[in-house]
């Protein structure tokens, strides 16, 4: 559970911290704002990708499934600046599917934490490995971090892209390269 009462004094001291004000009319209700807006964000800290991923429909024929472009917005733990993009999805049922919009909703759990892209990229594959035991899954993000382009080395629009291949996906070149066509038609 967000603890909205820390974030408000941590978010005061920092702005003292940066040489501001934060009596100011401008900022007096940014501590609270902020707050709130945390519990949105982070709302991934309370949840469990296993609450979407275990209501499956069974299906006759295991053909891929790719839900590609998934819009996410996560927070680097490095730098608590965003990182977005889109997150791409592909697997190979084995006997069981899942609702679409269940895929997207794993993405969310993983993005709403502070996070490293690598990790998430992992964390949604292993959790759609461990809970909807496709035959394999692959996972594609491509993002846009915060605390490249606007620090640092300043490289505005440069991408940072990821990949995680699990199962049947791992050692399958003609599946990934499936998975690729896929996602760029
Ligand atoms: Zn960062």
Redesign the pocket.
Known sequence: MVDQNKIKKAVKLFLEGIGEDPSREGLIESPDRIARMCTEIFAGMEEEASVHLSKTFVIENNEMVVEKDIVFYSV?E??L?PFYGKVHIAYIPDGKVVGLSKLARTVETYARRPQIQEQMTGQIAESIMKYLKPQGVMVMVEAE?M?MTMRGVKKPGSRTVTLSKQGCFAENPYLQDTFFRMIHE
């Open positions: 680097c490095h730098h600046l971090h605390c």
